[in-house]
């Protein structure tokens, strides 16, 4: 079955106690991508990745690190997180080919203290 | 800075009737364009995608698409309670490979039976 896995799904933590969101996709696309969402502010991109090793930021990077060692793995990586990063945040990817939608994984919820 | 706007809602149709979903989008040159619909805390699920003018249809949704306008539109006939859900548009700018999709707040639907 063609998906897209985030774990963990749900974590409470504290202020400044590194975590990291793994995202793994089993469909061989080159375009994966972190977006978070809040009430009224939408869907909005943290960081994306092209392909292996290429990776830029995308609307709001602050505070967050990514890497794309492999291509089926786009871990988010939270080294120190404050309360303003409390959100539901998800993976995505599609074909590195115009116009192709994005699939997305089940989400991450995030509470930190 | 480019912009895709939704009115926010919550649209309220009866179950039966024809909800009509409205985006207008900023960036002249974008190419394709996708609704996504999400269920509250679940994570957006594609729904149509469309490339050229004119209407695409898919069981019980048509989206509609007019570039001139600048303005795709998703119509669901024979709504139903299930229906009831946070509809997203997302535009690809450039139409460029890998390009990230930008993507509105949404709007909410609820279907009454």
């Known amino acids: 079955e063609a998906q897209v896995t985030q774990n963990p799904r749900y974590l409470i933590t504290v202020t400044g106690k590194k975590l990291t969101v793994t995202c793994s996709q089993n469909m061989n696309h080159e375009y994966m991508s972190w977006y978070r969402q809040d009430p009224g502010l939408g869907l909005r991109q943290i960081y994306y990745s092209m392909n292996v090793e290429v990776t830029d930021k995308g609307d709001v990077p602050e505070g967050y690190k990514v890497s794309r060692k492999e291509k089926r793995n786009f871990p988010l990586i939270l080294e120190s997180p404050s309360p303003n990063q409390t959100s539901l945040y998800f993976c995505?990817?599609?074909?590195?080919?115009?116009?192709?939608?994005?699939?997305f994984g089940d989400g991450t919820r995030l509470s930190i203290l | 800075q480019k912009e895709v706007e939704q009115n926010s809602g919550p649209l309220s149709v009866p179950e039966g009737a024809i909800a009509s979903l409205n985006c207008t989008y900023s960036d002249r040159v974008s190419q394709s364009f996708f609704w996504y619909r999400q269920y509250s805390g679940k994570s957006p699920e594609l729904i149509m995608s469309?490339?050229?003018?004119g209407d695409k249809e898919d069981g019980r949704f048509t989206a509609q698409l007019n570039k001139a306008s600048q303005y795709v539109s998703l119509l669901i006939r024979d709504s139903q309670p299930s229906d009831s859900a946070t509809y997203l548009c997302?535009?690809?700018?450039?139409?460029?490979?890998?390009?990230?999709?930008?993507f509105g707040k949404g709007t909410t639907l609820s279907v009454s039976s």
């Open positions: 997302a535009v690809n700018p450039s139409g460029e490979a890998g390009t990230a999709l930008i």
């Open positions: 469309i490339y050229s003018n």
């Open positions: 995505a990817s599609s074909h590195h080919r115009d116009g192709q939608p994005q699939h």
